[in-house]
């Protein structure tokens, strides 16, 4: 089994920033990518942004520029630091990992982004 623990979620005024950040623990044999996806009320799950093993990063077009992923190897935790959060980020996020085990997610944090 594969546990991923998030943290890092919290209400945040527009233009703010937050940096989420999620730990991977149990029977991890190999990790070739973790990452980031969200879902918004009334919406389906969309990637927010992916790094694989060797640190190639994606990202999605909405959060170009103002969203970094970045993975500590050695700790399997993976970290999404936003910057000029608008109310359209305002979503559950969810940390994903893709492993040779298979695909795992987290429980989800809930970012707001309001005034």
């Known amino acids: 089994q594969v546990q991923l623990v998030e943290s890092g979620g919290g209400l945040v005024q527009p233009g703010g920033s937050l940096r989420l950040s999620c730990a991977a623990s149990g029977s991890i044999s190999r990790v070739n990518a973790m990452g980031w996806f969200r879902q918004a009320p009334g919406k389906q799950r969309e990637l927010v942004a992916t790094?694989?093993?060797?640190?190639?990063?994606t990202y999605a077009d909405s959060v170009k520029g103002r969203v970094t992923i970045s993975r500590d190897n050695a700790k399997n935790t993976v970290y999404l630091q936003m910057n000029s959060l608008k109310p359209e980020d305002t979503a559950v996020y969810y940390c994903w990992l893709l492993g040779s085990g298979g695909v795992y997610w987290g429980q989800g944090t809930q970012v707001t982004v309001s005034s």
């Open positions: 790094v694989t093993s060797v640190g190639i990063a």
